[in-house]
């Protein structure tokens, strides 16, 4: 059984900056994960909010912090993590057909998007969570957001450059983001803003997406319908171990520790006040440092 000293479960840019700490000093790694390395990033259009890069694509981002780590030769196993045991000190790490060993280890996991739940079986037939995906697909077709926060926001700039008509649906009367990134979605002319409006039913044609029908039983046409409405922690494979609050999210103290001895977290899996890039960035390292530290 191969034995490391630490291993980090999931490359978004969490789990991505830690690996480039721990590698340049030495600490024997790796990195597992199941998809493709950036995570979060690979749905986010355009950031505007990552210090010191101008506007980037989440996937040119993603790219190159996956470089970055290349570079260094970390060493990443591309395998879904089934569980995880404890061992003694160590933890075993189960693999479809490895089991790892590790005393430490970083759980960096992300959040995936969630679901209204009225889809039925227009999932990938009009009914996307990915803008930056399936956008492209609906160029010059009229298409609809649902959402207030800063996906749904920054992912209607995205389409209202691509798609003929944005309408951006929002349950409440405010957004959940800042007054500047709200004025200009306002200001973009094939953008239409429907506040206090939620949608109860797709009506499909042909098998695929043809209508919504919206809480005044008005139907607008779209070709797609993309659902940005907040995310729930990929926390499943931990429910054996007491770390988890009751929505799924990790706890941790200041130094990013769990409960459980040698276990940290970091990113979106966490619970925490801000779910940025940069917050992602600067707890994966603070782990990291801890980590070689306690090895010194
Ligand atoms: P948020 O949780 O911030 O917002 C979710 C939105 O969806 C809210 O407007 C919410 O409405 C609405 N919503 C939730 N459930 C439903 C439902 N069933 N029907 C209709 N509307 C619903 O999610 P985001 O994904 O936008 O953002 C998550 C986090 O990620 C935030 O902290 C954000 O800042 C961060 N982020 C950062 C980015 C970056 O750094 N560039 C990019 C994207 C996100 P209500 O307000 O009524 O609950």
């Known amino acids: 059984m191969k034995t490391y000293n630490t291993i980090i479960i999931g490359s978004g840019v969490a789990g991505m900056t830690a690996a480039l700490y721990l590698k340049r000093s030495n600490i024997d790694f790796c990195i597992i994960e199941k998809e493709a390395p950036g995570g979060e990033l690979l749905r986010i259009p355009i950031i505007k909010n990552y210090p010191g890069v101008r506007d980037i694509s989440g996937t040119d981002l993603a790219q190159n912090f996956y470089e ?3 570079e260094l030769n970390v060493e990443y196993i591309f395998q879904e993590v089934l569980s995880i045991e404890k061992e003694n000190d160590m933890y075993k790490i ?50 609809a ?78 070709d797609c319908c993309f659902e940005l409405i907040g995310q729930i922690p990929n926390t499943e494979l931990l429910k054996n171990l007491d770390i988890l609050d009751d929505k799924g999210y990790i706890l941790v103290n200041n130094k990013y520790e769990t409960k459980e001895k040698n276990i940290f977290a970091c990113g979106d899996c966490i619970k925490k006040n801000l779910y940025q890039i940069v917050t992602a960035c600067s707890e994966g390292a603070e782990i990291a440092v801890n980590i070689i530290k306690s090895n010194k």
């Open 94 to 143: 189960i693999l479809a057909n490895n089991i790892l060993l590790t005393k430490n280890i970083i759980l960096a996991i992300g959040r995936t998007p969630n679901k209204l739940g009225i889809e039925k079986d227009l999932s990938g037939k009009g009914i996307s969570w990915c803008t930056i995906c399936d956008g492209p697909l609906y160029k010059n077709k009229p298409v």
């Open 68 to 70: 970055q780590t290349k």
């Open 145 to 222: 957001v649902i959402g207030g926060g800063r996906s749904a926001l920054e992912g209607t700039i995205y389409l209202s450059k691509i798609c003929s008509k944005v309408t951006l649906i929002c349950r409440k009367d405010t957004f959940r983001v800042e007054d500047k990134l709200v004025d200009e979605v306002k200001s973009i002319e094939n953008v239409e803003i429907l506040m206090n409006t939620e949608v109860k039913e797709f009506i499909s044609s042909d098998d695929k997406l043809d209508k919504i029908k919206l809480s005044n039983n008005e139907e607008i046409d779209v």
